[in-house]
């Protein structure tokens, strides 16, 4: 367990992080909050937990958050990654069904099911991205947008990214599929506490336009 470690990228999270916090604590001991420069006591909130929490002065984006908080655990000799958002949509018991799977694998993706609850504007642009990234770099991913994933030390070195915002995820997938790294996909339940929280139309937007310049660069 002593090289399993736990990020949590947050920003503006006070309401949800301590009960995500909480859950996670029960099983896992190195476990990094990373507060991007949040403007409410999400900082507070996690060191009362007992928890290492890293700190953005400003808001960078989820991206640079959570290179941060990888960094910091490779440092303290990681060699096993899960990353899980902030604000409650995802479940921490899922956390041993994930490491579980790297024993096996490079990367172990969650995927959502695109059921009734999933808002209408993120089954849409979960699809076309899905779409994009399969007709780009030739690999088929459920969800490319979920941000419930974990990695072995090695592997993160090959899918280091430069995103700094929510194009985080699909620069993600895009480097397992220029490195052909061995992935698994598991699904996943997801809690949707806020209709409109997360990636916009336009950030949607964005993560397309990158994929096709990542493309370009190759």
Known sequence: MDNIFIIIPAYNECK??????????????????????????????????????????????KGAALKTGCEYALKKGANKIV??????????????RFLKELDKYDVVLGYRELDKNMPFILK???????????????????DTQSGFRAFTSDAYKKIKWASVGYSVESEMIANIGKSKLKFKEIP?????????????????????????????RR
């Open 16 to 61: 949800n992080i301590g009960d995500v916090l909480s859950k996670v604590k029960k099983k896992y001991s190195n476990i990094i909050v990373v507060d991007d420069g949040s403007k409410d006591r999400t900082f507070e909130t996690s060191k009362s937990y007992g928890v290492t929490v890293l700190r953005h002065i400003i808001n960078l984006g």
């Open 124 to 142: 849409f642009g979960n699809s076309f991205i899905n779409f994009t990234t399969r007709v780009l770099y030739n690999i088929s991913v459920k």
């Open 188 to 216: 996943i339940e997801t809690i949707y506490n806020d209709k409109y929280k997360g990636t916009t139309p336009l950030d949607g937007v964005k993560i397309v336009i990158n994929m096709f310049l990542w493309r370009l």
């Open 83 to 96: 990353v899980i958002d902030s604000d409650g949509q995802h479940k921490p018991q899922d956390i041993p």
